[in-house]
């Protein structure tokens, strides 16, 4: 508590009965309160499986959200917040966990503008327990290259979130959110790996300037562990996530078509190798499923969801800029919601006024306790 009095301090936190008359305005029905958390001896009796009340909580704990390029802090943002928190409210989408994939603030990643892009938006789903679990964009490492945000996010987790994840990563230390981690979801069909991809491109859109060498040694460390957890994961999915695409067709991938490349050179064929099902990122507003072909195979899916807070139109919509097999592209505000309740892994695009665009799955490429042998 005292690292988040002082954090309160230092960056403007919430205190925790912080309210804003705006944001409850805006949420109707206002969220019910947290649950009180059983306590420890009852923990223990119980095991992890002890701390959910009802079918549809266990439910809601192998759901998750997967918010991108959300942090406009304006109208918009807080629509799509709305139609989240309308989607959390349905018993047969609510979810857990979410997965933030970057430009969490806009433009700079000013910490004055933490609280307004990060917390406020999502106030009732923090306030109601779910375990956001972020990776830094572009925008987000123009000030103090992200660290004073991994801090901010590190506090209102502390603050408000349901533990219902464990999250692992050689950065781990009490007072901040890794750059990279991973987690098994509560029923242990999926692991997830968070990366931080701007220090795999630093110099683009000015960033990194005085911690270039830094920045790229940050990214090798970050394909050595990647390969290590990966070969020794035996989870039916393995979902890899970050802010940079490998491929895309909206106005970055014409812009930084040189850099989307090189990161597919760098990470596409760690995700073939290592039996990567699914790369979920942003950085383009909009929603894409594309099967790419970095090396001649397709080897996973991946799907951008960027249109958490901005929207841009899509700037290939005839035919792609990659090679590869582009499934969808929608140019509107969305989110997904995935389910891993099912045989195979569900989601649902949908859009900032909480219409489902569509409904698909990821297919599975192996069975669960399959490790992948390493070359
Ligand atoms: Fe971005």
Redesign the pocket.
Known sequence: MRIVNNLSRAINLPPSNYRDRNVEAYYQPYPPQQKKQPSESVKQKTGFWGRFTSLVDIARMNRFLVLG?QGSHNENQMRVAQAIWQRYLNPEDTFGFALIL??NVYENGESELFNDAIYRPYEPLWKAGVQFCPVL???DVRQHDGSIQLNYWHALQEQFTRKILNIKSPQQNASTTPRYYTFMSPNEKVQFFALDTTVFLPGLDGTYKNNHVWARQLAKEQIQWLKKELARSKAEYKVVYG?YPLCASGMHASLEQKEMEQLSNELGRVFIDYGVDLYLT??EHHYEKVRPFPFQQPGFVQIISGGGGKKERIFYPDKPPYPGIREAVISDFNFLVFDTNQDELTYKVISGDNAVLLADKVPRKHQSGQQIAIA
């Open positions: 390029d970057g430009d964009g572009n925008h802010h942003g950085h």
